[in-house]
């Protein structure tokens, strides 16, 4: 449903933001609205935290006014979009030490907690270590995953969402894939190599 | 533990059923006999179970949030923040039109300031300079030298003219007779007194002829000036002698015709 709310917007977009660009609040909701769920995935899958993924999802708003006057007609709108949210999500990862501890990175924090629980399965939280895993993804291969996985896209539209070809849309979930298993593997209760 | 790659790369489609048929039926002979790939199957299957995990908590999160009243909250922060700055910008210019007024009477009196200092202190035009010594009138300085000059003429017109009065009242004076009239010592010091503020004008506008015959007849005043007023023969000979070998009446006409041609 919404993603066809999505489809039927992407017709609409350019007018959309041609007139955010003027000043229309109307129209700026309706970008909100179409692609608010999409920006709070994509957060949501790297802070794993409903509050923090919700400011996300407002801060990216928020950057996107900013720099929409900077946006090309013919762009990508929705790449770009996303490509807004994955710097705010990352900066939030890095700025917020209180839930890093001793970790000066998100990501590496991750890569970090999945070595030192390979020792420790009895520690595996099945939902965090995914997370965790994931977070741990170089960007391209973590985002294909999350939108395969939890925004449910075919490859098919991943490839058109993100301009790239789909034959490596496959390629980069399947090399996410391989890495997920290698860093789970002591949870997965196999071996990898 | 072993590898084995012959289909690696079709396990995940495998699990998504997006294999043909006799592809699944071949690798499913494969799996009965190869525990390297049974092993990678299984593992790929329980990573996307977790992922299925993951992505309930996260629908079940996002079941938690009021997407319908979101767009509105975001908008409404959104443009709370963007007019922040137009309101300070706004307030900033209500505070630079509340000085407004000060501002431009600060300059305004800057201006009229250097004006007036440029007015006061400007470099004058040569000719000016002149008649701003002279006169706190600014006029052309011509004007005023011609009046000046004019003013000089008269003032020797005015004094040759008494002393010619006076130099005919002496050749027609009688001899031990007091005068009555121009030959008082009054008239006298104060055609002599008259000379010495004309002496200035005369060599400041160059009357060198009027000059010359002024000096000449201040130098008979002297000597009158220093003989008593009732003039004895010798001395009323002497002073007319004096007036008749100088030629001073007919001088002093000449110079009174030039004079006055002059001033025309």
Same mark, same amino acid.
């Given at each position: 449903m919404e993603q066809e709310n999505v489809n039927c917007l992407e017709t609409q977009i350019e007018l959309l933001v041609d007139l955010v660009k003027k000043g229309d609040k109307e129209a700026f909701m309706r970008i909100v609205s179409g692609y608010q769920q999409k920006v709070f995935v994509l957060?949501? @899958?790297?802070?794993?935290?409903?509050?923090d993924a919700l400011d996300l999802v407002q801060e990216t708003f928020m950057k996107l006014y900013e720099k929409i006057q900077s946006y090309r007609s013919g762009n990508n709108f929705q790449a770009w979009l996303m490509?807004?949210?994955r710097n705010q999500t990352i900066d939030f990862l890095r700025k917020n030490k209180s839930r890093k501890q001793n970790s000066h990175d998100g990501l590496e924090m991750a890569r970090t907690e999945l070595s030192s629980n390979q020792d420790n399965p009895d520690r595996f939280n099945p939902k965090e270590m995914i997370h965790k895993a994931v977070l741990a993804l170089p960007e391209k291969q973590r985002l294909v995953f999350i939108m395969h996985h939890f925004d449910d896209l075919k490859y098919q539209e991943i490839a058109r969402q993100l301009q790239i070809a789909e034959g490596t849309v496959k390629s980069l979930h399947f090399k996410a894939v391989q890495k997920l298993r290698k860093l789970l593997a002591p949870q997965l209760g196999g071996s990898y190599e | 533990m072993s590898k084995c790659n012959r289909y690696k790369k079709d396990w995940l489609a495998f699990i998504n059923g997006q294999l043909k048929p006799s592809r699944i039926k071949e690798m499913?002979?494969?799996?009965?006999?190869?525990s390297v790939c049974q092993e990678e199957l299984d593992q790929t299957k329980e990573l996307l179970s977790l992922a299925d995990g993951f992505k309930h908590e996260l629908k079940q999160v996002m079941s938690t949030v009021?997407?319908?009243?979101?767009?509105?909250d975001i908008t409404e922060k959104v443009w709370a923040r963007q007019e922040q700055p137009v309101r300070a910008g706004s307030s900033g210019w209500q505070v630079r039109w509340?000085?407004?007024?000060?501002?431009?009477?600060?300059?305004?009196?800057?201006?009229?300031?250097?004006?007036?200092?440029?007015? #006061?202190?400007?470099?004058?035009?040569?000719?000016?300079?002149?008649?701003?010594?002279? @006169?706190?009138?600014?006029?052309?300085?011509?004007?005023?030298e011609r009046v000046d000059m004019k003013l000089a003429r008269r003032d020797t017109l005015d004094y040759l003219?008494? @002393?010619?009065?006076?130099?005919?009242e002496l050749l027609q004076a009688d001899q031990g007779r007091e005068s009555a009239g121009l030959l008082q010592p009054d008239n006298i010091q104060k055609l002599l007194t008259e000379k010495k503020y004309l002496n200035a004008r005369l060599e400041d506008f160059q009357l060198l002829k009027a000059k010359a015959i002024c000096d000449q007849i201040e130098f008979l005043f002297l000597e009158l000036s220093q003989l008593s007023p009732e003039l004895t023969a010798a001395e009323l000979e002497k002073v007319r002698r004096m007036i008749e070998e100088n030629q001073l009446l007919l001088k002093i006409n000449l110079v009174k015709k030039e004079l006055q041609? @002059?001033? #025309?």
């Open positions: 957060a949501y @899958s790297m802070v794993r935290d409903r509050e490509q807004i949210a | 499913l002979r494969h799996l009965e006999t190869c009021d997407w319908e009243a979101l767009p509105g509340k000085w407004q007024p000060l501002t431009a009477g600060l300059v305004l009196g800057l201006l009229l300031g250097m004006a007036l200092t440029f007015l #006061v202190i400007k470099p004058q035009k040569p000719d000016l300079i002149t008649a701003k010594q002279d @006169s706190r009138i600014n006029l052309p300085a011509g004007f005023v003219e008494r @002393s010619q009065y006076l130099l005919l041609q @002059s001033e #025309v």
